[in-house]
């Protein structure tokens, strides 16, 4: 089994209300996959403000050491955990092996990843979803 970005597959879930379908990512939602937001998940509304991790990445973030936090300064990693955590759950549920999750995202993100300045740029890492879900064996790749 395979779980996709909700994003990708065309839901307009994404923090300014928008979607970013992909091809391939409808494609498999069609066939049966598991689309995911783990932002939804963890409680966050839709539309919300824009999130990024500072100090770290996915995996500081899930250790302890960074947090994430939106562009006016609202501590959201309470919210983005319980959200990794509810996809990893329902991951298993589904028994998902791989994922193909939307690129750079806080979430998301795999290789990449917004680098906390909120002015475009990135840095190398995974989001937070995207580390729990390989931390447990999950593959994880981008559109
Ligand atoms: S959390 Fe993931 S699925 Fe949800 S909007 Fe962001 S990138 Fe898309």
Redesign the pocket.
């Known amino acids: 089994m395979v779980a996709v970005?909700?994003?990708?597959c065309g839901k307009e879930?994404?923090y300014d209300g928008t979607a970013k379908p992909d091809v391939q990512a409808m494609a498999l939602a069609k066939e049966g996959a598991l689309c995911?937001?783990?932002?939804?998940l963890g409680g966050l509304p839709v539309p919300r403000e824009p999130a990024e991790i500072v100090g770290g990445d996915g995996y500081d973030v899930l250790d302890g050491r960074a947090r994430v936090i939106t562009v006016s300064g609202r501590d959201v990693t309470t919210e983005y955990i319980a959200g990794a955590e509810e996809a990893f759950r329902l991951c298993c549920e589904s028994g998902v092996t791989c994922a193909l999750?939307?690129a750079n995202?806080p979430?998301?993100g795999s290789g990449c990843i917004y680098d906390g300045s909120f002015t475009g740029g990135k840095k190398q890492g995974d989001g937070v979803t995207a580390a729990l879900l390989k931390r447990n064996g999950i593959a994880v790749t981008t559109e």
């Open positions: 970005s909700w994003c990708l879930c994404r995911i937001c783990p932002e939804v999750l939307k995202s979430s998301c």
